[in-house]
């Protein structure tokens, strides 16, 4: 595994739920995470979380850390930074459109076209429905560059008893997808052909 923290962006998405479930599960394998947020998402952060950003952040204390997607001074807009990967979840069709066409205006689409340009493991959870042909035709283009498409779907196989089942099983899989598949369950393993 690449040495560094891994890169989770969070766009203005619905699917904050997401988010800090994968935050909470790389936390809960000891592995450093540094956080990307845009203003957007900060905002859908308290709407459907009940907590502020910050209260999150100072619950997680020094074992992430935090960027707002403005500051664009930060090591993780350049490549010389090492880091292990990127997802990002949620992960808006603007967000998609800006990380397929090189347009890295924020610190999140910058960080995400390093991961490209160094040749590292992007991941996206994209958040919209239905999707019109521009969004799938930008998700493919991603695809083509070797991005990992995790989309939020249940897995309703798995017979969940609560949204959190189905939350933990659709953070298990994109981080399946970003390479961290120890302690995941079976049923969270990213399977490629399933997309087929």
């Known amino acids: 595994m690449a040495v560094g923290p891994f ?70 807009a350049s490549g010389s930074h090492p880091t292990a ?3 990002v979840i949620p992960c808006s069709m603007a967000t998609v459109s800006a990380i397929a066409h090189g347009s890295a205006t924020t610190l999140l689409t910058r960080a995400a076209d390093v991961c490209l340009k160094e040749g590292r493991r992007l991941v996206i959870v994209p958040r919209e429905t239905p999707l019109s042909a521009i969004h799938l035709e930008n998700l493919l283009r991603l695809a083509r560059l070797g991005v990992r498409i995790v989309p939020p779907v249940p897995a309703f196989y798995t017979n969940p008893a609560s949204v959190a089942d189905l939350v933990d099983c659709i953070a298990g899989r994109a981080l399946d997808a970003l390479g961290i598949s120890d302690g995941l369950p079976v049923i969270y393993r990213y399977n490629p052909e399933e997309e087929e």
Do not use: F, H, N
Not at 15 to 22: E, I, K, M, P, S
Not at 32 to 51: F, K, R
């Open 7 to 76: 890169v989770v962006g969070v766009s203005g998405a619905s699917g904050a739920v997401l988010a800090r479930r994968c935050v909470e599960m790389l936390l809960a394998r000891d592995l450093p995470v540094s956080l990307v947020v845009t203003s957007v998402a900060a905002q859908i952060w308290q709407e459907e979380l009940g907590c502020s950003l910050t209260e999150s952040l100072m619950a997680w204390g020094e074992r992430v850390r935090y960027y707002p997607a403005e500051q664009m001074r930060s090591p993780l």
């Open 85 to 87: 990967g990127m997802i």
